[in-house]
Structures are given as C-alpha cells and as structure tokens.
Nanobody
Framework: VQLQASGGGLVQAGGSLRLSCAAS????????MGWFRQAPGKEREFVSA????????HYADSVKGRFTISKDNAKNTVYLQMNSLKPEDTAVYYC???????????????WGQGTLVTVSS
C-alpha cells in the first residue's frame, strides 16, 4: 500500500489549504481513510476520518466546523479541505488507511509520508 500526500504549504492565519492523498491499493474503495497530524514537540493526533463509501465522517473537536474530509473512490484519493486555519494547526499532516470505527482512537493499518502545513500569525 502506498499513500502519497500533497498540498501542504505556508498560509496565513484565516486562510485555506486542501490536502490530497492518492492511494495505490485496490482496497481503497472498501477502507476507512483518514488524516492525522503531528506538531513540533507533540505526539501525533487524530484529525479526521471517512468511511469506505464517504457516508460517515468524524472529526477531532479542534477542527470540527473548519475542516472537511472527502473521498473519491474513482480516483483513489482522499482530501482534507482546511479553512479558517490557525497557527495551532501547524503540523506535519499524514494520511492513513485502515478499517474499523470512526473515532478519535481509530488506529490505521497504513501510513503515508507527511506533508507540512505551516500557518503564520
């Protein structure tokens, strides 16, 4: 399984970015996809996840109402639209793939490389 994340960059507070993650696995259409992030000096934390058919989503409280996760099974790609970005959103963002329930404790089976998001104040 290969997960290739892209879309990170530098943005001012209040701005927007859209992350993308392209997956190579044929199981993409039947799996949960999600995003985690790791800020400097902190542990990696859950951000968001989406069910296999896109019908269910789950967000960490810290991003609820600002971030939107979506999934295009035809393109084997998951997206994270990030609006109203804050300096505390600065982190390396990782996409992930797996199965199970959509909760903050979701534990993926596969991880992609990270993409850095920096939000300036």
């Amino acid at each position: 399984v290969q997960l290739q994340a892209s879309g990170g960059g530098l943005v001012q507070a209040g701005g927007s970015l859209r992350l993308s993650c392209a997956a190579s696995a044929r199981t993409f259409g039947s799996s949960v996809m999600g995003w985690f992030r790791q800020a400097p000096g902190k542990e990696r934390e859950f951000v968001s996840a989406i069910s296999w058919n896109g019908g269910s989503t789950h967000y960490a409280d810290s991003v609820k109402g600002r971030f939107t996760i979506s999934k295009d099974n035809a393109k084997n790609t998951v997206y994270l639209q990030m609006n109203s970005l804050k300096p505390e959103d600065t982190a390396v963002y990782y996409c992930a793939q797996g199965w199970g329930y959509l909760t903050d404790g979701w534990s993926p089976d596969y991880w992609g490389q990270g993409t850095l998001v920096t939000v300036s104040s």
